[in-house]
């Protein structure tokens, strides 16, 4: 038996985009460590994707802003018992651009919020019934959620990451079910790259972080899988940073330096 002892368990991963989301290195690991995976896309697009990187596993096509695809979902797995679920959606409209927040149009938040904050809600409610009393929920989301560069998603981030205390206090009513969040640095993503801007923020990170050295998608989907198993099982309701040392190194005293010399 492996470490993570995941052996004979069944996990639901939402949110693989592509090879290098931190959805689909999860799910590696997952695999390799004996465990059944089942997924879950928003649509058929995502689902021919996922088919061509896990041609073997169950796919479902659920839209989380769809109470009856949900249960459509639900209703897929019938009696399968899970061990947790991954939580790794996201969406923002940034067809307009990075605009400064006071002008952030209404509509977008909204639907940002349902899909990127909210679906962790809306699935863990309605897949309760699937849950093993002891399950394990992971959310993905950012280490500073007040990353300006990061527009209107910041404020949904912060939202997401109070929900997750907020749903454990809830599901411990009836359960020992955990939920957690982990909190990535800025990686680099196919999702990380529609985001205006974003590769300059990226190389500027990699210099405040106290090894000079980039996240990796890996280590992101690393915690995320110790967060699933059971070998976590006395860490709920938290946000658990992975972001290289960042967030203690914003005084770097080169980047100060070379930002100082050239004012």
Same mark, same amino acid.
Do not use: W
């Given at each position: 038996m492996s470490f993570l002892k995941l052996e004979g368990k069944s996990f639901l991963i939402t949110g693989v985009a592509n090879k290098k989301s931190v959805a689909c290195h @999860?799910?590696?690991? =997952?695999?390799?460590?004996?465990?059944?995976?089942?997924?879950?896309?928003?649509?058929? /697009?995502?689902y021919e994707k996922v088919k061509k =990187?896990? /041609?073997?596993?169950?796919?479902?096509?659920?839209? @989380?802003?769809?109470?009856?695809?949900?249960? %459509?979902?639900?209703?897929?797995?019938?009696?399968?018992?899970?061990?947790?679920? =991954?939580?790794?959606?996201?969406?923002?409209?940034?067809?307009?651009?990075? %605009? &400064?927040?006071?002008?952030?149009?209404v509509k977008d938040y909204l639907q940002a919020t349902n899909i990127s904050c909210f679906s962790l809600v809306s699935l863990a409610n309605g897949l309760k019934k699937n849950l093993a009393e002891d399950a394990s929920v992971v959310t993905i989301s950012i280490?500073?959620? %007040?990353a300006t560069s990061y527009g209107y998603m910041g404020p949904i981030k912060a939202s997401l990451d109070a929900t997750v205390p907020f749903l454990a206090k809830s599901f411990s009513d009836f359960s020992r079910i955990r939920f957690n969040a982990v909190c990535a640095g &800025?990686?680099?993503?196919?999702?990380?790259?529609?985001? &205006?801007?974003?590769?300059?923020?990226?190389i500027y990170s990699e210099q405040l972080m106290l090894r000079k050295k980039a996240l990796h998608t890996s280590e992101v989907a690393d915690t995320a899988a110790f967060l699933l198993s059971s070998r976590s099982s006395g860490i709920n309701?938290?946000?658990? @940073? @992975?972001?290289?040392?960042?967030?203690?190194?914003?005084?770097?005293?080169?980047v100060v330096n070379l930002l100082a010399d050239h004012i």
């Open positions: @999860v799910a590696k690991t =997952l695999i390799e460590n004996g465990a059944e995976v089942f997924f879950s896309v928003q649509n058929e /697009p995502n =990187l896990f /041609p073997n596993n169950k796919i479902f096509i659920c839209d @989380v802003e769809n109470e009856d695809s949900i249960e %459509k979902l639900r209703l897929g797995l019938g009696e399968k018992t899970l061990s947790g679920f =991954l939580h790794s959606i996201a969406f923002a409209n940034y067809s307009e651009g990075i %605009k &400064p927040f006071h002008e952030t149009n280490s500073n959620t %007040k &800025p990686l680099k993503t196919s999702a990380s790259a529609g985001i &205006p801007g974003y590769i300059n923020n990226y309701g938290e946000r658990i @940073v @992975v972001d290289g040392g960042m967030s203690c190194n914003y005084f770097d005293q080169k």
